[in-house]
């Protein structure tokens, strides 16, 4: 596998489509597996141990690499409430600190790539929230999301990533990241065939109608009344929401994605799971569905990213009539209710 490869906004998008031309006809299939868990605030060591225990499962059903929800090393909903020391303390440097040591470790262990999430400082004890992908080797990636809000302490992030996974071309986009449809768009131009979409969502309040808290009961009572909580999280408050947007993504962009979310309790808020791999043409190929941690499989192959009509769609696309639009100067706005 090849290192990280962080892509600047000036690169040629019309060497990049050239190059993918050629380079398709050499992909071969792909297994990827997307996880759910439920993870502990704060405590790596027991969250490091399911990574651990899922990535060896999935090796077992000859996955080539597994994906996890963003902070699933760290937990995420608590950091909220968390000073800038607090998070200083939580937060690690990449790739010096013991995660990607214990995570190249378990990649190493299983033969298998993984991607997770924790909380990032660098030399200037800047905070970041980031996403990595490591492999026997180490550190293959490393992405810093684009819209972070969990903690105001933390800084955003600058620049896209694409970078070579058995073959294939693959991105990060992390949760808010992938609802400004711009960062998706900007990811696949830039040669992303797979793009990873570690998430923490679902099941809070918004001005969307049906959204809300899902009741913690429901969760602890979920053996006796697995319905009313599958209701709830297949409702307008789950998963019928993330219909509404996430195949979308994946059609209008022709690419693969790797959607990876918490189930059970994150903090004090309840999360829902359904992590999937959606197809080019935006069709779930593969999804968690128990009330428990799980991982799904799919085998993606190349042929899709050619057949799909998003594919097309890139090759038609006429940039010369909104290109100044969409780099007209703006000023960014970035509310979530439930943090209000």
């Known amino acids: 596998m090849a290192g990280t490869t962080v892509v600047g906004h000036n690169l040629r998008f019309s060497a990049i489509a050239n190059t993918q031309k050629v380079y398709l006809y050499f992909m071969e299939k792909i297994i990827i597996a997307t996880a759910q868990f439920e993870n502990r605030s704060g405590d790596k060591e027991y969250n490091l141990s399911v990574i651990d225990s899922l990535a060896q499962k999935a090796s077992q059903e000859h996955a080539h690499a597994i994906a996890f929800h963003e902070c699933s090393i760290t937990g995420y909903t608590f950091a909220r409430h968390l000073s800038r020391e607090e998070m200083l303390d939580l937060a690690e440097p990449i790739p010096q600190g013991k995660s990607i040591a214990q995570l190249t470790d378990i990649a190493r262990h299983h033969n298998i790539a993984i991607l997770a999430g924790l909380f990032e400082k ?61 960062n998706v768009r900007a990811t696949a131009l830039l040669g992303a065939d797979i793009i990873f979409m570690p998430h923490v969502t679902m099941c809070t309040p918004s001005t969307r109608p049906g959204a809300g808290f899902v009741d913690p009961k429901l969760w602890e009572n979920r053996q006796n009344d697995p319905t009313s909580l599958r209701m709830e999280f297949d409702g307008l408050k789950g998963r019928q929401w993330l219909m509404k947007w996430l195949p979308a993504r994946a059609y209008d962009n022709g690419i693969y994605v ?74 960014a706005e970035q509310k979530v209710i439930w943090m209000e």
């Open 258 to 331: 790797v959607f990876s979310n918490p189930i059970g309790m994150d903090d004090d808020q309840l999360k829902n799971g359904c992590s999937m791999i959606i197809d080019p043409f935006g069709d779930v190929m593969a999804e968690c569905r128990k009330l428990d941690n799980d991982f799904a499989l799919a085998t993606l192959i190349p042929e899709k990213l050619s057949l799909s009509g998003g594919y097309r769609y890139r090759k038609a696309r006429r940039p010369e009539l909104y290109s100044n639009i969409i780099g007209m100067p703006h000023q």
């Open 122 to 182: 660098d030399s200037e004890s800047k905070l970041f929230k980031t996403y990595v992908c490591v492999d026997k080797n180490g550190l293959v990636a490393k992405f810093r999301k684009l819209h972070p809000f969990i903690n105001p302490h933390l800084t955003p992030g600058d620049s896209y990533c694409v970078f070579d996974l058995c073959g294939w071309k693959c991105g990060i986009l992390i949760c808010y990241d992938n609802n400004i449809v711009e």
